[in-house]
């Protein structure tokens, strides 16, 4: 007995499988959030979806205390270079990382 599987196109299957690939459950609640359900399962307020429109949050005022980067001054220069570090470990440790050529494998 043939399946029906077995009647639908390689492309068919292929088109299908991409679909289903794209789908999130983002897509899913935005697809069924407008779903007239009855009896108990009715809706009794609008159902909202977080995420599916943008934030617009407002301007904070340039003297609000949340407003930290309007409020922080220029910083002068430290006077030297916070990346620098002290050579670390033991003598012979020291001595091995100054060869030249030398790669050190962990």
């Known amino acids: 007995m043939p399946n029906n599987a077995d009647q639908?196109?390689?492309a068919e299957?292929?088109?299908?499988?991409?679909e289903e690939r794209f789908s999130s459950y983002?897509?899913?609640a935005e697809a069924n959030a407008d779903l007239e359900l009855g009896?108990?399962?009715?809706k009794v307020?609008?159902?909202t979806i977080v995420g599916a429109a943008p934030i617009s949050?407002?301007?904070?005022?340039?003297?609000?205390?949340?407003?930290?980067a309007a409020m922080t001054a220029q910083e002068p220069p430290l006077g030297?270079?916070?990346n620098d570090q002290d050579c670390v470990g033991e003598?012979?440790?020291?001595?091995?990382?100054r060869k030249p050529g030398r790669l050190r494998r962990l």
């Open 91 to 97: 003598v012979f440790e020291r001595a091995e990382a």
């Open 8 to 10: 639908i196109s390689q």
């Open 26 to 28: 983002r897509d899913h």
């Open 80 to 82: 030297y270079n916070i």
């Open 45 to 47: 307020t609008k159902t």
């Open 13 to 18: 299957k292929r088109r299908i499988l991409a």
């Open 57 to 68: 949050y407002p301007r904070l005022p340039l003297n609000s205390p949340a407003n930290q």
């Open 39 to 42: 009896g108990r399962f009715s």
